[in-house]
T-cell receptor, first 115, second 116 residues
Framework: NAGVTQTPKFRILKIGQSMTLQCTQD?????MYWYRQDPGMGLKLIYY???????DKGEVPNGYNVSRSTTEDFPLRLELAAPSQTSVYFC??????????????FGEGSWLTVV | AQSVAQPEDQVNVAEGNPLTVKCTYS??????LFWYVQYPNRGLQFLLK??????LVKGSYGFEAEFNKSQTSFHLKKPSALVSDSALYFC??????????????FGKGTKLSVIP
């Protein structure tokens, strides 16, 4: 299994540009997540999905959009890039239910700089 | 609302000495607690978790963590530190976020430096 794969690894965007961060997992997990990591701030949840066709906002959703058309894929869209979106983005997945310890498996990260 | 505190931004320890990385939590109900490690320019890797049972949980790479309900703590420990343990460590707590969904709340992270 490849686990959670996200692309691109690095990207520089100009203010106002749009882009999509791709994420795919091959573990048949129902839950998928997008986090951003800023220095000294830990991880903040942007959006999550509990299954195909279902998405919901996390703690910091503004400026982002997601879709979940399949179990495997969970792309994150930045419509109008702003310098505040300079961050490291992590996609993650888990098999989660009420009785599960919800171990989350992370991708390797995408470093995004908006200039 | 649930929260996690890692009171130390950085912990320095000499190689071969025991190490402790501290974590306290606040959550309604029984906590599910996790430790993750992040090496430079990499994603987070799962180390260990506490769900129920024995308060001492053993995980990957020789790490263990002790759940203390009265002190609401879940400190990460290792008897003998290695230089290769140098990394960023995150504590997390699982909490109910509504509509049958559970989410993890992460602490801000503690940078561990093991000095040769």
């Amino acid at each position: 299994n490849a686990g959670v794969t996200q692309t691109p690894k690095f990207r520089i965007l100009k203010i106002g540009q749009s882009m999509t961060l791709q994420c795919t997992q091959d573990m048949n997990h129902n839950y998928m997540y997008w986090y951003r990591q800023d220095p000294g701030m830990g991880l903040k949840l942007i959006y999550y999905s509990v299954g195909a066709g279902i998405t919901d906002k996390g703690e910091v959703p503004n400026g982002y959009n997601v879709s979940r058309s399949t179990t495997e894929d969970f792309p994150l869209r930045l419509e109008l890039a702003a310098p505040s979106q300079t961050s490291v983005y992590f996609c993650a997945s888990s098999y989660s239910n009420r009785d599960n310890g919800n171990t989350i498996y992370f991708g390797e990260g995408s470093w995004l700089t908006v200039v | 609302a649930q929260s996690v505190a890692q009171p130390e931004d950085q912990v320095n320890v000499a190689e071969g000495n025991p190490l402790t990385v501290k974590c306290t939590y606040s959550v309604s109900g029984n906590p599910y607690l996790f430790w993750y490690v992040q090496y430079p320019n990499r994603g987070l890797q799962f180390l260990l978790k506490y769900i129920t049972g024995d308060n001492l949980v053993k995980g990957s790479y020789g790490f263990e963590a002790e759940f203390n309900k009265s002190q609401t703590s879940f400190h990460l420990k290792k008897p003998s530190a290695l230089v290769s343990d140098s990394a960023l460590y995150f504590c997390a707590v699982r909490a109910y976020s509504g509509a049958g969904s559970y989410q993890l709340t992460f602490g801000k992270g503690t940078k561990l430096s093991v000095i040769p």
